[in-house]
């Protein structure tokens, strides 16, 4: 049962380059998110999507393009990476329970993104 | 999701010690969550509350709700070294979208 992955968890590229970022989940939630988190700034949502074929942009989506084709991906694209988007990129997912604001976040083991 | 002012940003406390951070708003929360981050790690889901001064517990943790629902803290009783990490709270404001606060790092010295 392996959850939520991504890959790579380590990538090294040059500015001005496009980068993808891969997530997965196994779980058929229905939410999927994107954050990236840098020192003194905690998680910062970028993206996230409700269903497949819905988006949304959260508090920092500009450089980034998200699409969700199928329920269990939810890539990240850097259409042309600059230095300021070096940093760790967490992929989350949850499933809402109707009644409850109930949105437990089960976030995959990150990609460490350097930009040089 | 509103914004919430997480204190402190670190603490270093003595194997043993007690430790406690808090996580304030200028506006009224539908629920909070927290998560704990160890180094290198992800977050990891701890608990959610929801009522007006709601306190929960599970072993060492205590969690609370403030009754206004504007604040809430999480209490360390006599840490470990296996405490240490990043412990953060978030909120969504009645939606599926949390908002982080910036943390506490939490250092404990043997």
């Known amino acids: 049962d392996a959850g939520i992955t991504q890959s790579p968890r380590y990538k090294i590229t040059e500015t001005g380059r496009q980068v993808t970022l891969m997530c997965h989940q196994t779980w058929s939630h229905s939410y999927m998110f994107w954050y990236r988190q840098d020192l003194g700034h905690g998680l910062r949502l970028i993206y996230y999507s409700a269903a497949a074929d819905i988006t949304d942009k959260g508090e920092v989506p500009d450089g980034y393009v998200v699409s969700r084709s199928k329920t269990e991906n939810f890539p990240l694209t850097l259409e042309s990476a600059t230095r300021s988007q070096t940093s760790v990129y967490f992929c989350?997912?949850?499933?809402?329970?109707?009644?409850?604001?109930?949105?437990?976040?089960?976030f995959g083991p990150g990609t460490r993104l350097t930009v040089l | 999701g509103q914004q919430v002012m997480q204190i402190p940003q670190y603490q270093h406390v003595q194997e043993g010690e007690d430790f406690t951070t808090y996580c304030n708003s200028s506006?009224?929360?539908?629920?909070i969550q927290w998560y704990k981050q160890r180094p290198g790690g992800h977050p990891v889901f701890l608990i959610q509350l929801v009522k007006s001064g709601e306190v929960k517990k599970q072993k060492r943790l205590t969690f609370q709700f403030g009754e206004a629902k504007k604040n809430s803290s999480l209490h360390i009783t006599a840490t470990q070294t296996t405490d240490v990490g990043t412990y953060f709270c978030a909120e969504s404001g009645g939606s599926y979208i949390p908002t982080f606060g910036r943390g506490t790092s939490l250092i404990v010295h043997p």
């Open positions: 506006t009224t929360l539908s629920n």
């Open positions: 989350a997912s949850s499933e809402p329970t109707s009644g409850i604001p109930y949105n437990e976040q089960f």
